[in-house]
């Protein structure tokens, strides 16, 4: 059922209406005029010619007034329903582009006052900076993220600022040393404008440079990284130098550097992360991103799944994950129809998706034929956001840097 609109108020109508019949009066004084209508010749009573023009062009005017004027105003009465799904800014950002509307209009219109009698220059102008400041409302409120950046911060008003996918990223060594960020990249999940910080790159050299050969190793994998991603199409890296010289920490650094500039922090560090966020540094977290993107089940889980069918083999039973995950317990075919405790033996890719394979809870996985890598219980979901990566992971996770050093090593 359509929803009923609400009334028009009627002297709002009236008065829209009345635009229209002097417009139109103006018209047929006009035409008459233009056909030659002569004001000492009455050819209707007391009305000359001019007059009947007059008469017949109010007349027009005034009924099909009524229709524009109603049909204008049902469009407003939707409009202002639609406001009632609108937020502030897409409010205010509509109002910025409706004065804007009308003042271009009003400079576009204008010359119409020279060219035409006032009787009909008046409601042709007002028609035309209406329609234009509707116009421009519709347009400020799709566009509210430009337009509140443009004019907010002149006008006291605060924007949500630009989207965190289109700043420039300040790289931190933890990303660097990880090398994961080269597969991001390649998968399109990752690019545009990569800033790494002359004192990361003099870390990494430092790690290079080391007498220890697995700070070494990290030191010579992190420049490694750095030079491939000069390489990717995709990626415009650029070393910047130290913007923030009176500062001795590397973290810190960063951090001061992405509040001066409009740039997000491109960390692995989740202790990092917290302290830019807590700065209002925009951070893109690579951590969180492996977290999320892990399987939601790994060797040596422990879980309870409930048992649907037999399997194809000899002594298997079917049972799903809540993301239709199927699970092969092995040795579990008389429990069909029953919910079991099991824990996860192995973990395939398909070519129809994950295929996970388990043992009946009672067996270790050390008497499935492997070693025992049973873990607490944890429910098949994703994991907690300061959860660290587990063995399951296709690569190891850049290690956390403890007080004493930014490599890894505490």
Known sequence: ???????????????????????????????????????????????????????????????????????????????????????????????????????????????????????????????????????????????????????????????????????????????????????????????????????????????????????????????????ALRKEDTVDLEVVPDGALAIPEVDAKLVRMCLDRPAALLTFDSNLAKVASLAGVRVLNMHRLALSLRPPVVVGDLLTVHLTKPGKEQGQAVAYLDDGTMVVVEGARDRVGEDLEVVISSVLMTANGRLVFAQPGGQTLGQAGGSDLRRSVRPAHAPAPDEHPTPGDLRPAAPHRGRTGRDGRS
């Open 1 to 227: 059922m359509r929803p009923r609109l609400t009334r028009v108020p009627s002297a709002t109508v009236e008065a829209l209406r009345l635009l229209v019949v002097i417009f139109g009066a103006g018209v047929g004084w006009q035409v008459a005029q233009a056909l030659g209508a002569d004001e000492d010749t009455n050819l209707l009573g007391p009305f000359n010619g001019l007059w009947i023009g007059v008469i017949v062009g109010a007349g027009l005017g005034f009924s099909l007034g009524g229709v524009l004027v109603r049909s204008l105003m049902t469009f407003f009465d939707r409009g202002e329903r639609a406001l009632d799904g609108l937020s502030a800014e897409q409010v205010v950002a509509g109002g910025f582009g409706a004065l804007l509307g009308a003042a271009l209009a009003t400079l576009v219109t204008w010359p119409v006052f020279l060219l035409m009698t006032p009787l009909l220059a008046v409601p042709l102008f007002l028609f035309v900076v209406v329609a234009a400041a509707v116009f421009g409302f519709q347009a400020g409120r799709r566009r509210r993220g430009a337009v509140l950046e443009a004019v907010g911060p002149r006008a006291g008003l605060s924007s949500r600022g630009p989207w965190i996918g289109r700043l420039p990223r300040i790289l931190d060594t933890s990303v660097a040393i990880d090398g994961r960020i080269l597969d991001v990249v390649r998968a399109g999940f990752q690019g545009g404008q990569i800033l790494v910080p002359e004192p990361v790159l003099a870390e990494l050299q430092g790690l290079a440079d080391s007498s220890d050969d697995l700070r070494r190793a990290k030191g010579r994998r992190g420049l490694d990284v750095l030079e």
